[in-house]
């Protein structure tokens, strides 16, 4: 069976600090990939999306980037975080169906 | 463009008492549709998915949904809430993209 890996599960960084998120799945090849956000209370949104290795969609105008260096691993980074940045970030996969299944999420403070 | 709306930001019911969860959809042909849920601190997981044929979909933990072509409605409904059910609940629409529209989520308060 297919499971979805995300880590660290909480980080608390200083603004103006770098971030790597990770994102590894297992179990199927050649997924779907895409980062999402939510902030406090609100919905989700789709900041980056990937369907083959080097092959990066961006969704959002922000200062965070996405890298997609295997076929089943996701790096979300930003050079210099923002305390806009906050929030819980979810990784999710998808096959040849248009479901997608997600990660437990990491929940980033920016301090 | 696609489109999902959760009129619902909040509802609270009592536990036993059954439920019904909204969600409108703009598409102009058949689309995908999908209820998620998400516990708080915790991923989404996928409660059901309706493709194609019988507009009545059943899912995981007693959650089922039906297809409305004509109100463009995908409302999600359960016979009897139990306090585990509460949660948030987020309704997704896909169209020949490699992307999901999510509606904002409803949040679901069960009382004892």
């Known amino acids: 069976s297919q499971t979805i890996h995300q880590w660290p599960a909480t980080l608390v960084q200083p603004v103006g600090s770098p971030l790597s998120l990770e994102c590894t799945v297992e179990g199927t090849s050649n997924p779907n990939l895409y980062w999402y956000r939510q902030a406090a209370g609100r919905g989700l949104q789709l900041l980056f999306y990937?369907?083959?290795?080097?092959?990066i969609s961006s969704e959002v105008p922000q200062n965070l980037s996405a890298s997609r260096p295997q076929d089943r691993q996701f790096i979300l980074s930003s050079k210099k975080l923002l305390l806009s940045d906050s929030g819980f970030y979810l990784c999710?996969?998808?096959?040849?169906?248009?479901?997608?299944?997600f990660g437990p999420g990491t929940r980033l403070t920016v301090t | 463009a696609q489109s999902v709306t959760q009129p619902d930001i909040h509802i609270t019911v009592s536990e036993g008492a059954s439920l019904e969860l909204r969600c409108n959809y703009s598409?102009?042909?058949?689309?995908?549709l999908f209820w998620y849920v998400q516990s708080p601190g915790q991923g989404l997981q996928l409660l059901l998915k309706?493709?194609?044929?019988?507009?009545l979909v059943q899912g995981i933990k007693g959650f089922e949904a039906e297809f409305k072509r004509s109100q463009s409605s995908f409302n999600l409904r359960k016979p009897s809430v139990h306090w585990s059910d509460a949660a948030e609940y987020f309704c997704?629409?896909?169209?020949?993209?490699?992307?999901?529209?999510f509606g904002t989520g409803t949040r679901l308060q069960v009382f004892p």
């Open positions: 999710a996969w998808s096959g040849r169906g248009y479901e997608q299944y």
């Open positions: 309706y493709f194609s044929g019988d507009t």
């Open positions: 997704a629409v896909g169209a020949n993209t490699d992307k999901l529209i």
């Open positions: 990937s369907v083959g290795i080097g092959q």
């Open positions: 598409y102009g042909a058949t689309p995908y």
